[in-house]
């Protein structure tokens, strides 16, 4: 079982940055990819950002260049970089990490963390 441990929410005005953070624990087998989600309220949980284990990103077109996500496999744990924020990335922020253990994908979602974009 993987536990994950959401950092970094909080209130932010709008053009400012915050940094988010995921650490998994308990027994990590092998780690494939990791990468966070955001739900705004009355919406879909939607794809923010995600990056494989060997570095390959995807972005959200709404995010793109002004949101960075990277990893350290040593701690395992995920970072989400947010600059330039808007009120449109105000949200719950969720970590999602996918290992795999013999073959066979296992998915394991955080607590989640809310980001607020507000003057």
């Known amino acids: 079982q993987v536990q994950l441990v959401e950092s970094g929410g909080g209130l932010v005005e709008p053009g400012g940055s915050l940094r988010l953070s995921c650490a998994a624990s308990?027994?990590?087998?092998?780690?494939?990819?990791m990468g966070w989600y955001r739900q705004a309220p009355g919406k879909e949980r939607e794809l923010v950002a995600l990056?494989?284990?060997?570095?390959?990103?995807n972005y959200a077109d709404s995010v793109k260049g002004r949101f960075t996500i990277s990893r350290d496999n040593a701690k395992n744990t995920v970072y989400l970089q947010m600059n330039s924020l808007k009120s449109e990335d105000t949200g719950v922020y969720y970590c999602?990490?996918?290992?795999?253990?013999?073959?066979?994908?296992?998915?394991?979602w955080g607590q989640g963390t809310q980001v607020t974009v507000s003057s």
């Open positions: 999602k990490v996918v290992e795999a253990r013999r073959g066979v994908p296992y998915y394991y």
């Open positions: 308990g027994s990590i087998f092998s780690i494939n990819a």
């Open positions: 990056i494989t284990s060997g570095g390959s990103t």
